[in-house]
């Protein structure tokens, strides 16, 4: 049964997020998604770890989304600032940093779109990489 586009970009949002151990994995069989994490109450089935019919789903990092993706941004959009874009990830606290600059530059909406875009077309390429059915249905 096909798993819904919007339902696995979610669970790969979910498996980014920095705080704690988040992970989601999507049922082969049926499409259904489970979450695994610190805060997560929902039950799991019993054979989630052990059966090859569960995919665990990659994080945004896994799917190269993350820091290449807002250089890529930078490159493409305002490439007078590049340098300063990679000066900005070879530190702490570089995605405060990053937006702050592309709020400075009236670029931060463009940027959103720009990532879901990227998020959207990587998880359909995931998705063929590893057989999950999709549908495009909200």
């Not at 151990?21 to 998604?33: C, F, K, P």
């Not at 820091?67 to 990679?86: C, D, N, Q, T, V």
């Not at 390429?125 to 495009?136: E, G, H, L, R, T």
């Amino acid at each position: 049964m096909p798993a819904k586009l919007d339902d696995i970009e979610w669970a790969i949002e979910f498996s980014s997020a920095g705080l704690g151990d988040h992970e989601a994995y999507i049922s082969l069989d049926t499409g259904e998604i489970y979450y695994v994490g610190d805060t997560v109450e929902e039950p799991i089935p019993d054979d989630l770890y052990e059966c090859d019919r569960y995919l665990k789903l990659p994080s945004k990092q896994d799917l190269g989304l993350s820091k290449r993706l807002a250089l890529s941004f930078i490159a493409e959009s305002i490439p007078e600032e590049l340098e300063f874009g990679y000066d900005i990830f070879s530190r702490r606290g570089a995605y405060a940093k990053f937006k702050s600059l592309l709020e400075s530059k009236g670029k931060l909406e463009d940027w959103y779109t720009y990532e879901e875009t990227a998020l959207k077309q990587a998880t359909i390429q995931w998705c063929k990489n590893n057989d999950v059915k999709i549908n495009s249905g909200m």
